[in-house]
């Protein structure tokens, strides 16, 4: 809920921005959706998913999700992941947490009002989003990798292998094809210690292939068992520009021990 994004005022940000969605019967898809803005005094139109140039503009990103379109993601997230350690008797201040498409870092400040968390990392493949995260939440995260998780460097992985993951977890939107693909999240998925904690959603229901082969991807970890003491649950994601409510599957698990 709004009230729980406590660094950010996204309500006040929302009206001194003028915020408005733009909606058109032409604009079925997540990806196709567009808000606009007033900034520096021009009436500018945003593309929903172009993230890169949201973020030059400081807590316009956030006054659009979590003020104009009500998103919940974040602390539905946190919340539910907080109840999941309570019940396995997880101390969350052992965790190391390498959150991927961590944009301008919402589920991190998320987690952080949810429970003594101890590392967090965030990954992202814009240096916008990094730029964003320091400048709307400074001290948020202990540290920001900019990398393609399909392509990382050696010194992405290497920052990657001294943090140490026994966490990973997503909240930013999936599919579309323009969000990490299939192979991001196996790429993630690899780096997890075993036997720590995998947190996902996708949009359940959804035509478009990636997120169908999302659906599958995580199904999948599921039956075979490299995904154990798996909850999966249902959460409010946000309101579309057209005023639909859009819900999404989540998945939280633990990586098998040892196959």
């Not at 301008?104 to 968390?117: C, K, N, Q, T």
């Not at 998780?149 to 290497?158: T, V």
């Not at 210690?193 to 599958?216: M, R, S, Y």
Request: net charge negative.
């Amino acid at each position: 809920m709004i009230e729980n994004c406590s660094g950010i005022d996204v309500l006040k940000y929302a009206e001194a921005y003028t915020i408005c969605s733009v909606p058109s019967s032409e604009r079925d898809r997540q990806s196709d959706e567009v808000f606009s803005a007033i900034v520096d005094g021009k009436n500018l139109h945003f593309s929903m998913h172009n993230y890169g140039e949201m973020y030059k503009i400081p807590n316009l990103y956030d006054a659009m999700m979590y003020g104009l379109l009500r998103c919940e993601t974040p602390f539905a997230l946190a919340r539910e992941f907080g109840r999941i350690l309570f019940e396995h008797r997880a101390d969350p201040s052992t965790l190391r947490v390498l959150e991927v498409g961590a944009g301008s870092g919402a589920f991190a400040e998320a987690v952080r009002l949810a429970m003594p968390i101890g590392r967090m990392v965030g990954l992202d493949i814009i240096e916008e989003a990094r730029v964003a995260a320091e400048r709307d939440r400074p001290g948020i995260y202990d540290g920001y990798i900019v990398a393609d998780l399909c392509a990382l460097s050696w010194e992405a992985e290497a920052e990657i292998a001294s943090l140490s993951p026994n966490c990973v977890g997503v909240a930013s939107a999936t599919g579309w094809n323009n969000h990490i693909p299939v192979a991001g999240f196996e790429r993630a998925f690899s780096v997890l210690e075993p036997g720590g904690w995998f947190i996902f959603h996708v949009k359940p229901n959804d035509p478009d292939p990636e997120c169908v082969a999302l659906l599958q991807w995580i199904e999948a970890k599921v039956k075979t068992s490299y995904i154990v003491d798996s909850k999966r649950g249902r959460i409010f994601h946000r309101m579309s520009v057209n005023g639909e409510k859009i819900y999404y599957d989540y998945v939280v698990g633990r990586k098998q021990l040892a196959r």
